[in-house]
């Protein structure tokens, strides 16, 4: 019995989709740290295609887009160089980041 399960429209995710403040937030990422590189994160059933940001010392945020080809777009107005996360897999430069994170006392 399916009684309390909500009824989604064909194609869409249960997160939200990409929105302007999102690509403000990455711009303003982009604009405020050193060496940072875009890496384009696939579409699942959970989230819509996603950008991680990655700053030069492991640093890194991400929001939606609405596609790879957004991302790209995106990437080249502002002369960031992005990655398709399939191919590269994540920094090793984000997981020593978060491993010190976690580390640093609260």
């Given at each position: ?70 991302a790209r777009k995106f990437a080249h107005q502002l002369s960031m160089p992005i990655y398709d996360i399939k191919l590269m897999g994540y920094p090793q430069r984000m997981r ?11």
């Amino acid at each position: 019995m399916a009684w309390f399960r909500r009824r989604r429209e064909p194609g869409r995710t249960a997160d939200r989709q990409a929105d302007r403040a999102g690509l403000e937030h990455l711009a303003e990422f982009v604009r405020s740290r050193r060496g940072v590189e875009g890496f384009i994160e696939p579409r699942t059933t959970v989230t819509e295609t996603t950008l991680l940001l990655v700053a030069h010392d492991g640093e890194w945020t991400r929001r939606r887009v609405g596609s790879e080809e957004a991302a790209r777009k995106f990437a080249h107005q502002l002369s960031m160089p992005i990655y398709d996360i399939k191919l590269m897999g994540y920094p090793q430069r984000m997981r020593d980041y978060n491993e010190r994170q976690k580390r640093r006392p609260s």
